[in-house]
């Protein structure tokens, strides 16, 4: 299987691991000397993902999309462990959004089938 794995930039890679084990994610590898910068993959079933703290020389605040199979039942377990600012929504092109932002300001914009 081959797969693409966003990077996402993290200005503490504790603040960061704690943030994405309370999304349900795991660690599949981590490198710190210090706890606070390094980087790390992160796994929820299909959906992977490796944050960089600090991630020099690339952009800041990126936005990675999850393609989920329900973004309600997401949102319903995130919104108890997380702030997100908005309920789930239709969108004119037949999918189901939310978004929710992690502590160093990336957007994860989760999309689910429509209704």
Same mark, same amino acid.
């Given at each position: ?14 603040? !960061?691991? @704690?943030? =994405? $084990? ?7 590898? %981590? ?39 329900? !973004?309600? @039942?997401? =949102? $319903? ?7 997100? %600012? ?30």
């Amino acid at each position: 299987m081959e797969r693409a794995v966003p990077i996402l930039p993290a200005d503490d890679l504790g603040i !960061a691991k @704690a943030f =994405y $084990r309370k999304l349900g994610f795991r660690t599949t590898f %981590e490198a710190t000397a210090d706890g606070k910068t390094g980087i790390m993959g992160v796994e929820r079933g299909s959906i992977a993902l490796t944050i960089d703290a600090p991630m020099s020389g690339h952009g800041r605040d990126a936005c990675v999309s999850l393609i989920v199979d329900d !973004a309600d @039942a997401y =949102y $319903r377990e995130w919104s108890g462990v997380v702030h997100i %600012e908005r309920p789930p929504k239709d969108e004119d092109w037949n999918a189901r959004t939310f978004g929710l932002r992690d502590p160093s300001g990336n957007t994860i914009f989760v999309i689910g089938p429509g209704r």
